[in-house]
């Protein structure tokens, strides 16, 4: 069973450019989230996603960002016009079932994104 | 809001020797669960050990326990007998229960082996 799956690794956009991150779930999770860690910090919440529903997007900056999680495929967060200030690394985690249950996080290795 | 307070940006051991790890946190929920995460070098989060705020026995697994102090809001980690492979960034992690799984980080601390 193949961990939670991010790609690219690395990722480098111009100033202005969009920004793509995939992420496909462990087999049989059904819940995704997205965490942008800055240099030296912690993990910061962005959205909480099921499958085709946005669950919690309390944490994803209101414009130039957003996240799916189609019925078929992986989860993508998709940053518009790209600022030096997104430069960080986004993480992508995964979970069986989400509200009342109790299940840790399986997180993928991240994308390293750097704006230029 | 809850937040998560990681107070040592760095820490350094000598292998085979124990260190903790600090949390603290502040929330009004009384159902919650905490966790402490490893991200090595290679930058994957690992969960090391997990606690359920409404057990009152602290929890281990094989070198790494908690010292879980639910009225004071505290929720060390204890590694023992340290290796070096244990030199990584550690997270300390809040859940609420009955919620959205947000899941609310502190800023990390840096703990370091030396050999």
């Known amino acids: 069973n193949a961990g939670v799956m991010q790609n690219p690794r690395h990722l480098v956009r111009r100033r202005g450019q969009e920004a793509r991150l995939r992420c496909s779930p462990m087999k049989g999770h059904s819940h995704v989230y997205w965490y942008r860690q800055l240099p030296e910090e912690g993990l910061k919440f962005m959205v909480y996603l099921q499958k085709e529903n946005i669950i919690d997007e309390s944490g994803m900056p209101k414009e130039r960002f957003s996240a799916e999680f189609p019925k078929e495929g992986p989860s993508i967060l998709r940053i518009q016009q790209v600022v030096r200030g997104d430069s960080a690394a986004y993480f992508c985690?995964?979970?069986?079932?989400?509200?009342?249950?109790?299940?840790?996080?399986?997180f993928g290795q991240g994308t390293r994104l750097t704006v230029v | 809001a809850q937040t998560v307070t990681q107070s040592q940006p760095e820490m350094s051991v000598q292998e085979a020797e124990t260190v903790t790890l600090s949390c603290t946190y502040d929330t009004s929920e009384s159902n919650y669960y905490l966790f402490w995460y490893k991200q090595p070098p290679s930058r994957q989060m690992i969960l090391v050990i997990r606690q359920e705020a409404y057990k009152q026995q602290n929890a281990t697994e094989n070198r790494f326990s908690v010292n879980f102090q639910k009225a004071a809001k505290s929720f060390s980690l204890k590694i023992s007998d340290s290796q070096l492979g244990d030199t990584a960034m550690y997270f300390c992690a809040f859940m609420k229960l009955y919620n959205n799984n947000d899941m609310r980080f502190g800023a990390g601390t840096r703990l370091t082996v030396k050999p």
């Open positions: 985690a995964s979970s069986p079932a989400g509200q009342g249950a109790v299940t840790e996080a399986f």
